[in-house]
Structure formats: structure tokens, C-alpha cells
């Protein structure tokens, strides 16, 4: 398709200079910039806006089919075709009957199946026998596959429940025969967690009553744990719902390619988090109700791919759950109509040949060529991409050497440049490049994943033919001749490791400038013992890089040597290694010689690095690892200009240290007793207290010194001394004793306290009453008689 899009542009471009050619109009402009451009949802929108304004059937028709193709089971767009054809906007060749069998058949869509119930209403207007028959059975048929769905309730249940109530009156067995079709559909429907479940109860419970008041007890008695459990369900529905975008009320809703930012993110998890519930099984249905879990997590899975219709996870998550409750039609469905969507997905891609492979090991006679088109098909739509980013990415490239240079006109002077041309295109064309190259990696694992198909499905002999499709391929990557060589190395038990051997030799010609490449080839030289043969590699090629390139060589290179090799060749790479690196640390180089499986005893003892991990790990500080005080474990070299100052903490200083503080509280002295700090008080009077209880009789205890924790020493010492307290001094034996007998006055009707007993002579101890310390009785109980209370 892209291929015509020049010519179309060149005709558009030299059609004002030609009175012949008539100039495009809008609906076939925009009918090329979306084969161009397939994924642009406004295009689209205005593409069917001006089909819709020309009048014209056939556009309108060529319009929507176009859009639906794209977009299938787009609901606002297909009741939106629907309407048209009614309306004979659309030439009558276009039944309407037949696009509602096929927009209903995978629709999950209630304002859909609304519009079908309203179709089958409108055309059977006449009432009689058929007719009512025709309407309950097309209500039957809606409700068997979207009458799980909340929304169903005020569109669909509540209307069909009417329906069957408006059945004019029979027989005896007719109106028996109403009153059972009532019955159930009333009872399905209040079981389920529909958005007028209540409403649906309360019509259940008057239509029962207005019956027989002791059959409806009975009933409603039976069905209250179902409906109960489905208002619960109901509630959770909601609140899983919000933010989903399953609502729309701006026209029609056309998905666009993911960018993958923090909202997309959180959408794809509050879908992945709502179709999980579902298959919770959150109204605990029975196993006996099986059918209709399944066909209610189908119906879920059936809206999330509308909406995340270019996201493969939500896809994948269908197929997964599919297969697991044994759905394989619809797992391949699904699979198919992801791949439809997300043709470049590689988890879709793989699921489906895998599901395609299992079922042909099914077969006697088995046939795999349909999976060999699948890959073919893949692996040309990755090729037709990474052509198009080749392409952009050399005509920037072209674009900014053009844009550098510097032209002068005729008198001399430099032309105006345009400011985007020198400064976008650098950018635009570094980006490309990084996304080529990531493209070439992808690239080269969709032909590694199809080389191990070839290989288990059909043998070695056909692996290796895919592989010599890989090798005439100039977008494959280096990895596709590594996985070949080792697939040979493994499964060929004849003369493996000399077939891998010439695929490695072979890609060197290709991919002898990457440093990866290179790399691999080694270790594998190495790893089957090929020492000759790898030291030749090595010399030959560690030239050929930077010695950042070449960095993973020579480690490589040096830890076989290490290990495996003499003194003399080991003290021989160390030197070389010198003279190529030479700000490395000798002793780096020294630890790497004796370092085995991540094994660095010189690291981790001698230069003390398991001893700071452990530092670090046991000690962060309560505030994190940047703390806004000194860490502690960087305390004990703080600057101090009292040498007496000792702090108990493990680690060094902080850097840089904080200033002097002059108001820095002294130090106490080593020698001072910790009841040394007791401030005295001026008024302290003699009291003399009853005698306390005998004091009990512990074992002595060894006495531990007291040390406090290391942020607590260092805050210590920038407290000012008390020396410099200028503040009041409390008496606070007479503060207690007012507060205790304070008097607090309140503004509500609440009970006042009582006032102060009058104040009685102290006994000649004087001093308080001893304390109560009896057990509590409650809040109304008074102190025990013949003992005072504590207050």
C-alpha cells in the first residue's frame, strides 16, 4: 500500500498547474493518509464525518466498512451504520439483518443488542400469537449472551420482565404458563449483579405477594442469600469499573496505539485487576453453574479487547484463561483477532504457533507448513519495518550533514538555515538509530525462535535451512549465528563442535567489528577446551577495538588465563593489561587473579568491604541513608575541642563536621555519677513519707555501664550547658497540689465538680498520705474503708 502513496502525492502536488486532472477531494485524501497511517482514530473520525456530509451512499458504506475492518466491534460505529441503512441513506443491497448476524455474533455490547431488541419490536408491530413469540424469543436470545452484564438490567431485564407480564390473559394453563416465565425471569434477574438489582427485588417481592403472601415469604426467603451476594458483587462491580473507560458518551470511541505512559500503565493494571476478580468467581457460583462463569469471564475478556484492542497482555490473558478452562476455540479466536490488531506482537505470535504446533503432534499425519507461514509472515512484517526505520534514519542523515554546512549565496553571505534543520534532525536521527537497533535485536529473535521450531518439529536438517534463510537476511543479527553454532554444538552428536566452529568463523566475516559478537565466540572457544585456537582469535582481534570496546575481551581472556594457565603467561596478560588500562588499580588487578565464582577474598577482608556492607546494612540511621545529622557510623571522628568528650559509637565521622556551637553544653566529667544531674531545688523541704514496704531481696545483678545510642551521644553534645537555663524554677509539689485541686469551670450542663474539701491541719509528719495502691473497683467506687484514698 505504501508504495502508491508518492505517485498519489505527486499528483496532488502538480494538479493546480493541469486543468485535466481535477484535484482529490477530501474523502479520497483522507482515504490515502489512512493506508498510510491505519492507526490515527481522528483520521478516522473525520474520514466518516465527510462521508456522512456528502450524502452519498456508497461512501458512507465504503466509509464504515473501511472502519469497522480496522475497528470491529466498534458499537458506536455499527449502530451508527445500522441507523443509516434504515434510514435508506445506504442503497438497500446492504440487509440490515444480515450485518446485525454478523456485528452480533462476538458483540458484547448492550446498547448493540438494545438496538437489535428495538429492530425486531419495530418490524413485529402487529400483535398476535407469532409475533409475541417472535419478541420473546430474540429477548431470550439477548439475554443468553449480554444478560451477565451490569448494564443489562435497565436496558434489557426490566423491559422483558414488562413484556411478559403485558401477556394478554388465556386458559387457565395460559396464564399458568405466564406466571412461570414471570417467575423465572424475575428470580434469574435478581441474582445477578445488574444496576437496578433493587429496584428488580422490590417488583419480585410485590408481583409474589400479589399472589400468595405465604408462597412469596417462602420465595423471597430462598432467594435473599443469592441477591444479597449479588448487590455485594454489584457494589465491587462499580467501583472495578471506574476508570475503565467502558462508558462512552463522546460518539464513536476508536482505540490508539499504546505509548505505554504512567496513565496507560495504570489503565492496563485496573483492566488486569478487574478481569482477575472476575475470575475469582466473585458470586460464588456452584460448580454445577459452571457455563455460566465461563461464559460471564468470557464476556468481560470479549470488552477488554475492544477497548485495549492494540495492548498483547490484555490478548495474552485471554488466551491464557481460555486454555485453562479448557475454551481451545476461543483461545484460538482470541488469539487470531490479537494478531489481526498487533500483526508485529511477539507473545501473540508465539502463543499461536505454539498452540498451532500442539495441535499438529495431535496428528498422525502432520503438516506444518501453515506455521512455517506464520513465521515467514512475522519475520516480513519486523523486515518491512526495520526498511522503514533504515530509510528515515538515512534521510536524516542526509538531512543534517546538509543542514551543518555552511552555503553562501552570490555576494558572499551565509543563507538563512532553517533552526529546525540543525537542531532537530540530530536528535530525530539518534533516536532512530537507537530504535534500529533495538528493531535488529527483536529481528534476530523472531529467527532464533523460528530456527527452534524447525529443529524440535521436523529436525536438525530443517533448523538448518531456516538458519540459511536467516544468513541471506541483511537485517539479521549477530545472536542468529551464535544460537545456530550452539544448537549445533548441542544436537549435532557427530561432529557438533566442528560445525559450530565454522558458523562462528563464518559470522566473524559479517560481525568481526562487534565487540559482542567477538566475545561470544571466545567464551565459546573456551568453554570447549579450543585454547589454540582462542588465543588466535584473541590476538587477532583485541587490536582491532578501543580499549573500552575491547574491555569484556580481555577480562574474558584473563580470567581463563588465571585460572588455567602458568605464572609466567598469567604475569605476562597482567602487564598487558597494565599498559592498556592504565589507571586501573594494581591491587584490582591483583584480587581479579584470585577471585573464583564472585568469590573476592581480597576485596571483601583486606580491603574491608564485607565490613562496611554489613556497616551499612545493620546501621542506615532512622532517617534513611542521608540523613540530615551526622550518620553514626561516622560519629567517633567528629572534631572536638575538649579532649574529655567520649562518645560511645561504632564508625567514623561525618564530613564535612559541623561548626562549633558557642553555647555548647559542657561535657560531664568521666568520673560524675549519673545522679550528679539533679537539679536542686531552693524551698525543698524535709517530709517525712510512711515507711515504704520492705524492699525485696534480688540476687545481686552485675552492673553493665550505661551508654546511649550514638545519635543520642552526638545530640547531647550540642545542647547548650545548664549553666545558661535563665528560666523559672517550679515548686512542683505546690504545682500538683493546684492543679489536683483546681476547680475547672464549663460552659455545658454537665455535673460541676465538687469544691475543695476545706483544707485540714497536716499531722505532725506532715507531708501527703501515702498512696493507694489497691486494686480499681470502677469509676463510682470510693478509696477501701478505714484507709484513706489516694486523693
Not at 90 to 118: A, I
Not at 227 to 249: E, K
Not at 464 to 488: C, H, I, M, P, Q
Not at 751 to 769: I, Y
Request: glycine share 4%; aromatic share 10%.
Amino acid at each position: 500500500m505504501s508504495e502508491t502513496l508518492p505517485e498519489t502525492t505527486v499528483k496532488i502536488e502538480a494538479s493546480p498547474a493541469d486543468d485535466s486532472v481535477p484535484p482529490p477531494s477530501d474523502f479520497d485524501t483522507l482515504k490515502a493518509r489512512l493506508k498510510e497511517s491505519p492507526h490515527d482514530p481522528e483520521t478516522w473520525k473525520r474520514f466518516v464525518d465527510v462521508a456522512e456530509s456528502s450524502g452519498d451512499g456508497s461512501q458512507i458504506r465504503e466509509a464504515y466498512d473501511a472502519l469497522l475492518k480496522q475497528y470491529p466491534n466498534t458499537a458506536t460505529a455499527q449502530i451508527a451504520y445500522l441507523k443509516h441503512v434504515l434510514n435508506r441513506r445506504v442503497s438497500m443491497t446492504t440487509d440490515v439483518e444480515q450485518l446485525l448476524n454478523k456485528f452480533l455474533r462476538t458483540s458484547p455490547s448492550v446498547e448493540l443488542w438494545r438496538f437489535y431488541l428495538d429492530y425486531v419490536l419495530r418490524v413485529n408491530v402487529t400483535p398476535s400469537p407469532t409475533t409475541r413469540e417472535t419478541v420473546r424469543k430474540s429477548y431470550d436470545y439477548a439475554l443468553s449472551h449480554i444478560g451477565y452484564d451490569r448494564d443489562s438490567g435497565s436496558a434489557i431485564w426490566a423491559e422483558y420482565i414488562q413484556f411478559l407480564r403485558n401477556a394478554p390473559e388465556g386458559s387457565t394453563w395460559d396464564n399458568q404458563q405466564k406466571m412461570d416465565a414471570v417467575r423465572k425471569a424475575q428470580n434469574q434477574a435478581v441474582q445477578l449483579p445488574l444496576d437496578n438489582v433493587e429496584q428488580l427485588w422490590a417488583q419480585l417481592e410485590s408481583y409474589e405477594t400479589s399472589l400468595n403472601k405465604t408462597t412469596a415469604k417462602k420465595i423471597m426467603t430462598d432467594l435473599s442469600p443469592a441477591h444479597m451476594q449479588a448487590r455485594t458483587v454489584l457494589r465491587q462491580l462499580n467501583i472495578h469499573l471506574q476508570g475503565l473507560g467502558t462508558s462512552n458518551t463522546n460518539g464513536i470511541f476508536l482505540p490508539a496505539p499504546p505509548t505505554f505512559s504512567p496513565q496507560e500503565r495504570q489503565l492496563i493494571g485496573r483492566w488486569k485487576s478487574y478481569l482477575k476478580w472476575e475470575e475469582g468467581n466473585p458470586l460464588e457460583l456452584e460448580e454445577k453453574d459452571r457455563a455460566t462463569l465461563v461464559a460471564r469471564v468470557g464476556h468481560a475478556y470479549r470488552k477488554a479487547v475492544i477497548r485495549m484492542r492494540y495492548y498483547p497482555e490484555i490478548w495474552f490473558m485471554a488466551y491464557t484463561w481460555c486454555t485453562s478452562v479448557g475454551q481451545n476455540a476461543e483461545a484460538l479466536s482470541f488469539l487470531r483477532s490479537g494478531l489481526e490488531a498487533n500483526p508485529e506482537s511477539f507473545v501473540l505470535t508465539y502463543a499461536y504457533v505454539e498452540l498451532l504446533e500442539k495441535a499438529e503432534l495431535k496428528k498422525d499425519q502432520r503438516d506444518f507448513s501453515t506455521i512455517h507461514s506464520v513465521y515467514e509472515r512475522f519475520i516480513g512484517g519486523l523486515r518491512a519495518h526495520l526498511a522503514r526505520l533504515t530509510e528515515l534514519a538515512a534521510q536524516l542523515d542526509v538531512t543534517t550533514k546538509e543542514a551543518t554546512e555552511e552555503p553562501k549565496d552570490e555576494s558572499g553571505s551565509l543563507e538563512s538555515i532553517p533552526a529546525n534543520s540543525a537542531t532537530a534532525a540530530p536528535g530525530l536521527n539518534s533516536r532512530y538509530q537507537a530504535e534500529l537497533v533495538e528493531r535488529k535485536r527483536h529481528y534476530a529473535n523472531a529467527w532464533i525462535a523460528y530456527m527452534r521450531f524447525a529443529r524440535r518439529s521436523q529436525g536438525q536438517t530443517t533448523c538448518r535451512e531456516t538458519f540459511s534463510k536467516a544468513r541471506k537476511d541483511e537485517y539479521v543479527g549477530w545472536e542468529v549465528y551464535e544460537a545456530a553454532a550452539l544448537t549445533e554444538y548441542r544436537c549435532n552428536s557427530e561432529d557438533g563442535r566442528l560445525v559450530a566452529s565454522r558458523i562462528f568463523e563464518t559470522g566473524m566475516k559479517k560481525f568481526g567489528t562487534d565487540a559482542s559478537y567477538v566475545l561470544a565466540h571466545l567464551s565459546f572457544l573456551l568453554t570447549v577446551n579450543d585454547e589454540n585456537n582462542a588465543r588466535a582469535l584473541f590476538e587477532r582481534v583485541i587490536g582491532t577495538f578501543t580499549p573500552a570496546e575491547a574491555k569484556p575481551i580481555w577480562e574474558r581472556w584473563s580470567r581463563s588465563q588465571y585460572q588455567y594457565d602458568d605464572l609466567e603467561a598469567v604475569l605476562e596478560i597482567e602487564r598487558r593489561m597494565a599498559e592498556t588500562y592504565p589507571n586501573d588499580a594494581p591491587i584490582k588487578r591483583f584480587a581479579q587473579r584470585h577471585t573464583y565464582h564472585q568469590i573476592d577474598a581480597i576485596a571483601e577482608i583486606d580491603l574491608g568491604f564485607a565490613k562496611s556492607k554489613k556497616a551499612t546494612a545493620t546501621n542506615p540511621g532512622p532517617f534513611g541513608p542521608n540523613p540530615s545529622y551526622p550518620p553514626s557510623d561516622r560519629l567517633n571522628s567528629l572534631p572536638n575541642d575538649n579532649p574529655s568528650v567520649k562518645t560511645s559509637v561504632n564508625g567514623p565521622a561525618p564530613n564535612p563536621p559541623p561548626p562549633p556551637n558557642p553555647n555548647k553544653r559542657p561535657p560531664p566529667p568521666p568520673e560524675r555519677k549519673p545522679t550528679d544531674f539533679k537539679r536542686p531545688r531552693p524551698d525543698e523541704r524535709e517530709r517525712r513519707r510512711s515507711p515504704p514496704p520492705p524492699p525485696r531481696r534480688d540476687p545481686p545483678k552485675e552492673e553493665k555501664p550505661i551508654g546511649l545510642p550514638a545519635v543520642l551521644s552526638w545530640f547531647v553534645t550540642q545542647l547548650p550547658p545548664r549553666e545558661t537555663f535563665d528560666g523559672p524554677v517550679f515548686n512542683t509539689d505546690n504545682l500538683m497540689d493546684t492543679l489536683r485541686t483546681a476547680v475547672i469551670p464549663s460552659s455545658t450542663n454537665r455535673v460541676r465538680s465538687p469544691p475543695p474539701p476545706a483544707a485540714q491541719p497536716r499531722s505532725a509528719g506532715g507531708g501527703r498520705p501515702p498512696p493507694d495502691y489497691g486494686p480499681y473497683q470502677g469509676p463510682q467506687s470510693g478509696p477501701p474503708r478505714g484507709r484513706p484514698g489516694r486523693y
